[in-house]
T-cell receptor
Framework: DAGVIQSPRHEVTEMGQEVTLRCKPI?????LFWYRQTMMRGLELLIYFNNNVPIDDSGMPEDRFSAKMPNASFSTLKIQPSEPRDSAVYFC????????????FGPGTRLTVT | DAKTTQPNSMESNEEEPVHLPCNHSTISGTDYIHWYRQLPSQGPEYVIHGLTSNVNNRMASLAIAEDRKSSTLILHRATLRDAAVYYCIPALSNFGNEKLTFGTGTRLTIIP
């Protein structure tokens, strides 16, 4: 099993540019989560999907952020336009929605906005 | 969300047991206690979770106080690979869809 796959692993972009982060969950998992980690705020949940449907996006910081899950094997997190304060490590996680459904995290994408 | 209190850091010698405490005095009756850890430069990794009874798995044991206001994660024989930040997270069980709120955790250092 390849685990949760995220791309790119590192992204450096200039302020104002559009950034798209990608995630492939573990095959068969039906829940997907996007988290962001910074030194100041720690690890925080941005949004999660169940069966490709967004369930809770209350953690999305503002309208510049959007997330989609067009099918069970792919999700994107888009930032448009990007700002320096968006610099962080973004993690994607997936789980199998069952009583013992622990979340499996990907390796993360380190985003730097200059 | 239940508030948690964990030591900022702990040290342990290699091959010795480690007891990582967590206070969650405001936990609700239906919250499970989840533990995750994050190794350097990696995403968090599930360790264990429980509700009321003590739990064991291949990675660790979880001891839950009778009043559920605290719990202890036990690593029976620490290795260098166990050096990580350990997070204690009370969360309402939602069949894998738990909204996990990560605090600052405990940074565990293993001394060779």
């Amino acid at each position: 099993d390849a685990g949760v796959i995220q791309s790119p692993r590192h992204e450096v972009t200039e302020m104002g540019q559009e950034v798209t982060l990608r995630c492939k969950p573990i095959s068969g998992h039906n829940s997907l989560f996007w988290y962001r980690q910074t030194m100041m705020r720690g690890l925080e949940l941005l949004i999660y999907f169940n069966n490709n449907v967004p369930i809770d996006d209350s953690g999305m910081p503002e309208d510049r952020f959007s997330a989609k899950m067009p099918n069970a094997s792919f999700s994107t997190l888009k930032i448009q336009p990007s700002e320096p304060r968006d610099s962080a490590v973004y993690f994607c996680a997936s789980s199998l929605a069952r009583p013992e459904g622990e979340q499996y995290f990907g390796p993360g994408t380190r985003l730097t906005v200059t | 969300d239940a508030k948690t209190t964990q030591p900022n850091s702990m040290e342990s010698n290699e091959e010795e047991p480690v007891h990582l405490p967590c206070n969650h005095s405001t936990i609700s009756g239906t919250d499970y206690i989840h533990w995750y850890r994050q190794l350097p430069s990696q995403g968090p990794e599930y360790v264990i979770h429980g509700l009321t009874s003590n739990v064991n798995n291949r990675m660790a044991s979880l001891a839950i106080a009778e009043d559920r206001k605290s719990s202890t994660l036990i690593l029976h024989r620490a290795t260098l690979r166990d050096a990580a930040v350990y997070y204690c997270i009370p969360a309402l069980s939602n069949f894998g869809n738990e909204k996990l709120t990560f605090g600052t955790g405990t940074r565990l250092t293993i001394i060779p």
